[in-house]
């Protein structure tokens, strides 16, 4: 069975300019979450979406957004591109239901550099 | 606000050593989970422990969940190269929020 997949694996952009990440969920996966990863740190929290609602959002500003299909998939976009945005984005599917401890497989990423 | 503080923040041993890294927070959490991510992948999911206290064993990894849910600790017997990465545990308030992780190098 596929993992979960992201694209594209690397990108490369200016600041102001727009950008959309795509990422495909294992199969069966309801609930697909973003995260942010800058060099040296851990993860950090952006959204959550689970049967193509938003269950959660971090401290991200409103240039972050995203959206989730009717077959699970997502894409996150990110307006407005600053240097600060440049980092690794993960992307996280899981069986999650309410009350139960989530397990996240997480894909590969995306890197992006923001010139 | 950082509320998973892990240590040390880098750790370099030689093969065959024992070590132990560290996760702390001054906050409750429904479950602790413990990732290792290599360079260029995602993070790839080691243990979930959910009750105060517990331990699990994963080979020669052993995982202790601290009796009031606001800690936890990983332990590597005879560490090996294999080991080298990045450990990451992260707490479940909702979603999940990671700590800044221990990278790991095991020398042959």
């Known amino acids: 069975d596929a993992g979960v997949t992201q694209s594209p694996t690397h990108l490369i952009k200016t600041r102001g300019q727009q950008v959309t990440l795509r990422c495909s969920p294992i199969s069966g996966h309801k609930s697909v979450s973003w995260y942010q990863q800058v060099l040296g740190q851990g993860p950090q929290f952006i959204f959550q979406?689970?049967?193509?609602?938003?269950?959660g959002r971090g401290n991200f500003p409103d240039r972050f957004s995203a959206r989730q299909f009717p077959n699970y998939s997502s894409e996150l976009n990110v307006n407005a591109l600053l240097l600060g945005d440049s980092a690794l984005y993960l992307c996280?599917?899981?069986?999650?239901?309410?009350?139960?401890?989530?397990?996240?497989?997480f894909g590969s990423g995306t890197q992006l550099s923001v010139l | 606000t950082q509320l998973l503080e892990q240590s040390p923040q880098f750790l370099s041993i030689q093969e065959g050593e024992n070590l132990t890294v560290y996760c702390n927070s001054s906050?409750?959490?429904?479950?602790l989970q413990w990732y290792r991510q290599e360079p260029g992948e995602g993070p790839v999911l080691l243990v979930t422990?959910?009750?105060?206290?517990e331990v699990k064993k994963l080979k020669r990894l052993t995982f202790q969940f601290g009796d009031a849910r606001k800690d936890s600790s990983l332990h590597i017997t005879a560490a090996q190269p294999g080991d080298t990465g990045l450990y990451l545990c992260?707490?479940?308030?909702?979603?999940?929020?990671f700590g800044k992780g221990t990278k790991l190098s095991v020398k042959p």
């Open positions: 992260a707490g479940s308030q909702g979603n999940l929020i």
């Open positions: 979406y689970y049967e193509k609602e938003e269950r």
């Open positions: 422990v959910v009750t105060g206290g």
């Open positions: 996280a599917s899981s069986s999650w239901r309410v009350g139960t401890n989530e397990k996240l497989f």
């Open positions: 906050s409750v959490f429904s479950s």
